[in-house]
């Protein structure tokens, strides 16, 4: 709760919500730096799932009008899964995304991977976060 309301309240922070009467159905969150914007949260209730879209485009309008030139809207794991899709429908550029990829503490990240019942030389980083095909 108190990471949530300290992302809400950072000046760098964007959060953007659709309300239906006096609920509120959808709230995104991102944050921007620059000429650069990163969706993080988006959290829904089943009515204001299909709202979504509704905050995406307006955000995108948002961001523009502040000079922000590159969007990242998270998701799309996979080309061609449906947020990937969904991307493309509003113009988006597929570009891949470079991390750096350095683990510093090698005991703490095997016990990340153990208690997640994975090997931590998989193709996904962190590989404790990676999908699980049970």
């Known amino acids: 709760t108190e990471t949530l309301r ?5 000046p ?15 709230v995104h969150l991102g ?14 209730t089943d009515k204001g799932r299909s709202l979504a879209c ?11 009008s502040r000079g922000v030139r590159f969007y990242n809207a998270g998701g799309g794991v996979r080309i061609g899964d449906g947020i990937y899709t969904f991307k493309q429908r509003l113009g988006g550029i597929p570009t891949p995304l470079k991390s750096l990829r ?10 990340l991977c153990v208690r ?17 095909r049970d």
């Not at 995406?56 to 523009?64: I, M």
């Not at 350095?102 to 016990?111: G, P």
């Not at 997640?116 to 699980?132: I, N, Q, V």
Request: with cysteine; aromatic share 12%.
């Open 54 to 64: 509704l905050i995406y485009w307006n955000a995108a309008a948002h961001l523009r």
């Open 102 to 111: 350095e683990i510093y503490d090698r005991d703490t990240y095997h016990e």
């Open 6 to 10: 300290r992302w809400a309240r950072a």
């Open 31 to 44: 944050h921007v730096a620059g000429e650069h914007a990163e969706w993080h949260i988006a959290a829904t």
């Open 116 to 132: 997640a019942g994975c090997r931590p030389d998989t193709e996904w980083f962190p590989a404790y976060r990676a999908e699980r």
């Open 12 to 26: 760098t922070s964007l959060v953007l919500g659709v309300s239906v009467g006096d609920v509120v159905e959808a």
